[in-house]
């Protein structure tokens, strides 16, 4: 077969300095007597014509005089080195490099696996699918030339998703949604025998058994993705959530509060740009959803979920959907709603608008586009000017002029001060 060469693709699809990078990486390499390579998902992408900016580099032998070479070279570069990894993170502008020693993981008996140098073969070896394995070499001498040890070319061009060896999924199980994830975001499909081992490593309860951070990672990437649903439709047909935790027992419900979930993404953004959700965190309360709270608690803790106001969430769930019938009864009962959420965060909030009724629906939308920003004008200090000592009672009339202008009864600062006279007045 020729060689393919891509330095004509790479010069026109990456912005000047990572493509000088590239080339210059190659020369400090080759003048070391050294090799490096691109490698990974910015290989696949460009072959692909896909944009990609997350440059990878692998150096056969040793990348850290390599990444000193680059130091020189740029001056200002950060450095970030994770020598036990054998790897490094330099930035330019605002760009990341991420360049490592071709490297493998061994397994010393009764020890954590570790990171030891490994021919660039035994490198890409240990990847998760052939299209991934590509590589390319910035030698100056081939600088542009496809490196295709694994089958990863053939693949590319026939769109499918085939694992390089029988234990990769149950090795890495984070490897199952990534599948499913390469597949639809390409529109390939996945190879019959990794379709296979896929279910077989899901039916044997691999899943559980993967690092629950690097799951829930690979979690917010899908959320990231365009055909994010397809996505979770197709995880949920091959069963990988019950795989996780039991209780995933409404594909259709909760792929329908997703999509809800996303239109009322769309709206919070187009209205309240400045105050910032976690949108991952919305889709991920939504696609709970039909967890009970134990199992809810369990994955989270799994996932490692964390940060504060998130398990505020997670704890609350249960109680803030309890307290929607009051709403649901009375729905122009603005004290109760601004009540019901605003101990919540408002991911939680966002999340209850997506599976709930049209009323509490409209309920949060109130809530968020007038209730929550409510507050009192005039203070303490005008109150004194009234005449009112600090203390319980000064306490008590505020609280009543909050709940005044919740109800939409007081809207100047002149109005406050009438309705705080009239109280006084009335003892
Ligand atoms: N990789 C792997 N197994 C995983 C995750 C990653 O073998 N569970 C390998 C793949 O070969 C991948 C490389 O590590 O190409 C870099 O990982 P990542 O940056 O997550 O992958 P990309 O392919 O760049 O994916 P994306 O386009 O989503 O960033």
Not at 141 to 151: A, I, M, P, Q
Not at 224 to 244: K, P, Y
Not at 356 to 369: C, D, N
């Given at each position: 077969?020729?060689?393919?060469?891509?330095?004509?693709?790479?010069?026109?699809?990456?912005?000047?300095?990572?493509?000088?990078?590239?080339?210059?990486?190659?020369?400090?390499?080759?003048?070391?007597?050294?090799?490096?390579?691109?490698?990974?998902?910015?290989?696949?992408?460009?072959?692909?014509?896909?944009?990609?900016?997350?440059?990878?580099?692998?150096?056969?032998?040793?990348?850290?005089?390599?990444?000193?070479?680059?130091?020189?070279?740029?001056?200002?570069?950060?450095?970030?080195?994770?020598?036990?990894?054998?790897?490094?993170?330099?930035?330019?502008?605002?760009?990341?490099?991420?360049?490592?020693?071709?490297?493998?993981?061994?397994?010393?008996?009764?020890?954590?696996?570790?990171?030891?140098?490994?021919?660039?073969?035994?490198?890409?070896?240990?990847?998760?699918f052939t299209i991934?394995?590509?590589?390319?070499?910035?030698?100056?001498?081939?600088?542009?030339?496809?490196?295709?040890?694994?089958?990863?070319?053939k693949d590319l061009e026939a769109g499918i998703i085939r694992v390089?060896?029988?234990?990769?999924?149950?090795?890495?199980?984070?490897?199952?949604?990534?599948a499913v994830r390469f597949a639809l975001r390409f529109g390939f499909r996945i190879e019959e025998a990794t379709e296979a081992l896929m279910?077989?490593?899901?039916?044997?309860?691999?899943?559980?058994?993967?690092?629950?951070?690097?799951?829930?990672?690979?979690?917010?990437?899908?959320?990231?993705?365009?055909r994010?649903?397809q996505i979770?439709?197709r995880?949920?047909d091959a069963?990988?959530?019950?795989?996780?935790?039991?209780?995933?027992?409404?594909?259709?419900?909760?792929?329908?509060?997703?999509?809800?979930?996303?239109?009322?993404?769309?709206?919070?953004?187009?209205?309240?740009?400045?105050?910032?959700?976690?949108?991952?965190?919305?889709?991920?309360?939504?696609?709970?959803?039909?967890?009970?709270?134990?199992?809810?608690?369990?994955?989270?803790?799994?996932?490692?979920?964390?940060?504060?106001?998130?398990?505020?969430?997670?704890?609350?769930?249960?109680?803030?959907?309890?307290?929607?019938?009051?709403?649901?009864?009375?729905?122009?009962?603005?004290?109760?709603?601004?009540?019901?959420?605003?101990?919540?965060?408002?991911?939680?909030?966002?999340?209850?608008?997506?599976?709930?009724?049209?009323?509490?629906?409209?309920?949060?939308?109130?809530?968020?586009?007038?209730?929550?920003?409510?507050?009192?004008?005039?203070?303490?200090?005008?109150?004194?000017?009234?005449?009112?000592?600090?203390?319980?009672?000064?306490?008590?009339?505020?609280?009543?002029?909050?709940?005044?202008?919740?109800?939409?009864?007081?809207?100047?600062?002149?109005?406050?001060?009438?309705?705080?006279?009239?109280?006084?007045?009335?003892?």
């Amino acid at each position: 077969m020729p060689e393919k060469n891509i330095l004509k693709t790479l010069e026109a699809s990456l912005p000047p300095i990572l493509f000088n990078i590239l080339v210059d990486t190659g020369r400090i390499a080759s003048t070391l007597g050294l090799k490096a390579y691109g490698v990974g998902g910015f290989v696949r992408d460009t072959l692909l014509g896909r944009k990609n900016l997350d440059v990878d580099i692998v150096v056969e032998g040793e990348c850290y005089p390599v990444v000193d070479g680059l130091m020189e070279r740029y001056g200002l570069m950060e450095v970030i080195r994770h020598e036990r990894f054998l790897t490094a993170e330099l930035y330019l502008d605002s760009y990341r490099i991420d360049i490592a020693t071709t490297r493998k993981e061994e397994y010393p008996r009764a020890s954590l696996p570790q990171v030891v140098p490994a021919t660039l073969r035994e490198d890409l070896s240990r990847r998760d699918f052939t299209i991934n394995t590509l590589a390319v070499c910035l030698d100056p001498e081939r600088f542009g030339t496809v490196v295709d040890l694994c089958g990863g070319l053939k693949d590319l061009e026939a769109g499918i998703i085939r694992v390089l060896h029988k234990e990769s999924f149950t090795e890495d199980p984070v490897r199952i949604p990534r599948a499913v994830r390469f597949a639809l975001r390409f529109g390939f499909r996945i190879e019959e025998a990794t379709e296979a081992l896929m279910v077989e490593a899901i039916e044997g309860g691999a899943p559980r058994e993967a690092s629950g951070r690097r799951m829930l990672d690979e979690l917010v990437n899908i959320f990231e993705e365009e055909r994010r649903w397809q996505i979770v439709e197709r995880l949920f047909d091959a069963g990988l959530f019950n795989a996780l935790v039991d209780g995933f027992d409404n594909p259709e419900g909760t792929l329908s509060i997703l999509r809800k979930g996303e239109a009322i993404l769309g709206w919070y953004e187009g209205i309240r740009k400045e105050e910032e959700v976690e949108q991952w965190f919305v889709y991920f309360l939504c696609l709970t959803d039909s967890l009970e709270g134990d199992a809810l608690r369990k994955l989270s803790c799994w996932l490692d979920v964390g940060g504060k106001r998130r398990l505020l969430a997670i704890e609350k769930r249960d109680e803030a959907i309890g307290a929607l019938e009051a709403i649901e009864k009375d729905p122009e009962d603005r004290v109760g709603i601004y009540e019901v959420f605003s101990s919540c965060p408002l991911e939680l909030v966002l999340y209850i608008a997506a599976r709930g009724s049209p009323v509490v629906e409209g309920a949060v939308r109130l809530y968020i586009e007038e209730l929550m920003d409510v507050r009192p004008i005039l203070t303490g200090r005008e109150l004194k000017g009234l005449g009112l000592a600090e203390g319980p009672r000064m306490g008590e009339i505020l609280r009543l002029v909050f709940r005044e202008k919740l109800e939409g009864r007081l809207q100047t600062l002149e109005d406050e001060l009438r309705f705080v006279k009239d109280l006084i007045e009335k003892g």
